[in-house]
Every structure is written in structure tokens, then in C-alpha cells.
């Protein structure tokens, strides 16, 4: 193979990973502009205003289909195979990745997901793979600026809108640079949003999921203002992709092929925005 010699500088960006569950690219108004004849909205927003701003990729796939499957594949480039990699033997094995790698760099690193503190074997793996703090939901109500116990959703985690404030507000102690990912919780069965927020998002067809999408991105809408004030913005790439996708109850979306159709966005000083309409996955 012909080797290409690439001269650039290391730029020590801080790298900050959005993992939003079950965000399939069907959700995104931006990205489904040829849907019900021009006519479809989508249920996000605040994540629309961010496409056009943004390197976004309009062919991204998931390398699995549940919250287990991808964590490893966008963190360490490990897919699902047969099974989820959390429940294989290969999971003792000594596995990197990209807090691991950017950590031989100097990176500070850290894993931010709200539910109970060891919930589907993310802490470990964080761990294991060079992540050298973890925020679970017990961080999160240790930490006095918070609401505590009383943010908990009661089946999964503490609610989007405030982890993700804490995600925003516990980086700014960070020293930089650093590369800092959040997993989100509350677009998932049993499909609840917060009470203060039932009127303004119920149900409007058949999918529940679609009210969950609509909370979730307006928690993202207010976790990027938040972030806009913060000392580590400018020098900080944001990369927003999903764990895997869901059927929203169209003929595309009963397709497999379409169930792992993603949306990946990355935005941030030096990233051009332009749509790209090439493949990529998350490995």
C-alpha cells in the first residue's frame, strides 16, 4: 500500500461525545426534508438549528441495536457481533479506546450516564477503556447545585434536561483538554416525560417515543446554551450521534436497514459545515 505522509500539528481540542438514545435520523426534521412531500417537521428543533451549522452525515449507521451495543462500538470501535461485546468473554480481555488513546496525550477523560451507578455495565467499561472519572447518578445527587433524588425518572435515570446541565456545568472543573462523553436516558420505555412538562409534551399519534424526542431535544437545545457560556466551549469539538435507532412507525422505518440509520453530527471551531453523503458507522 502506498503510505501518504500527512503533515499537521496535534490540536489539543477538547472533544465533548452526545450518545442520545434511540435517536434515529427519521426523528430530524433537517435531515427528512423529502419525507410527506416536503412536508414533514420532525420532532427536534433545537437539533435542526444545529445541522445547519454542523459536518453532518447523511448516511451513519449503527453497529448494533441496543444501549449495550453502542457504547463500545463508537468508544472503542468494537461492534456487535453475535451478541453484545459486554456479555462475551472477550470483555476481560485488555481493550482501549478513545479516552485510553487520547490519554497517552494528556487528555483528562470522563463518562457521564444518570443511571444507578453500575446500571448495564457501563462504569466498568468506562473504566476499563481509560475513562479516568465516571458521574453516575449517584455524583449527581451528591452534588449540591442539583435537585438530588427528586430528578429521578423512577425506571431508568435522572431525567435528560438536569443531567445534562450537570454534564455541562461538572466540565467547567475540568483542566483541559479533555474529551468528555454523556449518555442519555429519557427517550426509552415506559416513554414518560418529567410531570411539568406532560401538557406541553403528550402524545400526538401513535408513537409515544415521539413526546420522549421532543423533551430530549429540548434538554439538548439548553445543555448547548449552557455550554455557550462556559470557558472551554471555543476550544471544544462536539460530536452528537446515537446509540441505535427506533422505528417510528412509517414504512422506512420497519426496514432493518433503516432502524440503524443514525444521525452523526460533529460541529465546532474548524469543522466545516457541509452535509457528506458518504458512509459511516459508528467504529
Not at 49 to 73: C, H, Q, W
Not at 162 to 182: C, D, N
Not at 196 to 219: G, L, M, W
Not at 255 to 271: C, K, T
Request: hydrophobic share 35%; glycine share 8%.
Amino acid at each position: 500500500p502506498v503510505k501518504i505522509p500527512v503533515k499537521t500539528d496535534f490540536r489539543r481540542k477538547n472533544i465533548v461525545i452526545l450518545i442520545v438514545e434511540s435517536f434515529g435520523r427519521e426523528y430530524i426534521g433537517a435531515m427528512n426534508k423529502d419525507l410527506d412531500d416536503g412536508n414533514y417537521r420532525g420532532f427536534t428543533p433545537n437539533i435542526d438549528s444545529l445541522v445547519e451549522r454542523s459536518l453532518t452525515f447523511d448516511y451513519s449507521f449503527a453497529n448494533g441495536r441496543k444501549s449495550i451495543d453502542g457504547m463500545p462500538s463508537i468508544l472503542s470501535s468494537i461492534p456487535m457481533f453475535v451478541e453484545p461485546f459486554f456479555l462475551t468473554s472477550s470483555s476481560m480481555n485488555d481493550v482501549s479506546g478513545i479516552a485510553g488513546e487520547l490519554g497517552k496525550e494528556g487528555y483528562h477523560s470522563a463518562f457521564f450516564h444518570g443511571a444507578p451507578n453500575g446500571s448495564m455495565g457501563f462504569e466498568a467499561f468506562a473504566k476499563a477503556t481509560g475513562f479516568k472519572e465516571y458521574y453516575g447518578k449517584d455524583e449527581y445527587e451528591s452534588d449540591k447545585r442539583f435537585g438530588g433524588k427528586d430528578d429521578f425518572d423512577g425506571s431508568w435515570a435522572i431525567w435528560d434536561e438536569p443531567f445534562l446541565q450537570f454534564f455541562a456545568k461538572t466540565m467547567s472543573g475540568f483542566r483541559e483538554p479533555f474529551v468528555s462523553v454523556v449518555f442519555t436516558a429519557s427517550s426509552h420505555h415506559p416513554f414518560n416525560v418529567p410531570e411539568k412538562y406532560r401538557a406541553e409534551f403528550k402524545d400526538v399519534d401513535s408513537n409515544p417515543i415521539h413526546k420522549c424526542i421532543r423533551y430530549t431535544d429540548k434538554a439538548l437545545g439548553e445543555f448547548f446554551r449552557t455550554a455557550e457560556r462556559q470557558p472551554w466551549y471555543k476550544n471544544t469539538i462536539f460530536v452528537i450521534y446515537a446509540d441505535h435507532g427506533k422505528m417510528v412507525g412509517k414504512a422506512e422505518g420497519e426496514l432493518p436497514v433503516s432502524y440503524n440509520h443514525i444521525p452523526l453530527l460533529m460541529f465546532g471551531p474548524d469543522v466545516k459545515p457541509q452535509l457528506y453523503d458518504g458512509l459511516a458507522q459508528q467504529v
